[in-house]
């Protein structure tokens, strides 16, 4: 397989801003563009792995199918803008979610907001937190608190994200142990063999000093050397 230099960049991942290490690389001849952030297989991966250009850019996108999906089911039921938003933007923000997953505040809030204004637009309800007035949704006898996201996520049945993505992290990590996905159990995940509470299938938490250096594959060193 020949690759082609124009379409591929040069990808440094360091926390560092002195004394980093300068190289080039080069594929026939052609040296590579050096890039602070690159997508691949639909993530955006930057050079501090902290994700913020990819949680801007779901973030961003999903925004607009919202506002697209309002417009055409205005006049839809409930039940229709609920299916429409699950099927056309909620993916958009839980994609690949295993690898990116955000442990900031700032993350995490920007992608919740997304779907508190999709809960809004189910909802037809779109005052101001400060006029909270206690209301009966249509058809039932359940309350629901006027301009308040959380009163709505809470009656429309939605998890919050945050919640899917760790039951999204878990469900991964158990096929990864039971051999259902081709992806092999790195050696940093260690079981845990102490006697501890509850069940005994847990891993220690890895930590900088006990994590396994990783080997490059023979197949990739000469590239790096």
């Keep these: 397989m020949c690759f082609n230099p124009d379409k591929c960049e040069v990808l440094r991942v360091t926390r560092r801003t002195r004394n980093v290490i ?3 690389y080069s594929i026939n001849n052609t040296t590579l563009k050096l890039v602070s952030s690159a997508k ?29 999906v309002h417009r055409n089911t205005s006049g839809c039921p409930m039940k229709v803008k609920a299916l429409a938003y699950k099927t056309f933007v909620r993916p958009q923000l839980e994609y690949a979610s295993s690898v990116w997953a955000p442990h900031t505040h700032c993350n995490i809030d920007r992608i919740e907001a997304v779907q508190r204004q999709a809960a809004r637009s189910t909802m037809k309800d779109w005052s101001r937190p400060a006029n909270q007035q206690p209301a009966t ?16 996520l809470q009656y429309l049945g939605w998890d919050s994200l945050e919640e899917r993505r760790l039951r999204s992290r ?3 990590l158990y096929r990864i142990v039971h051999g259902l996905v081709a992806i092999p159990l790195h050696p ?7 006697e501890i509470r509850g069940h005994s299938t847990k891993f220690f938490v890895p930590t900088a000093s006990r994590c396994i250096p990783v080997q490059l594959l023979p197949s990739y060193s000469h590239i790096v050397e």
């Design 170 to 172: 878990a469900t991964v």
């Design 40 to 68: 691949y297989l639909g993530v955006i991966t930057d050079s501090k792995l902290n994700f913020n250009e990819h949680v801007n850019h779901i973030c961003r996108k999903a925004n607009t199918t919202r506002a697209f």
């Design 137 to 152: 949704a249509t058809g039932t006898t359940q309350t629901v608190v006027r301009g308040s996201p959380s009163s709505m």
């Design 22 to 24: 300068q190289s080039s």
């Design 188 to 194: 940093n995940l260690q079981w845990n063999t102490r």
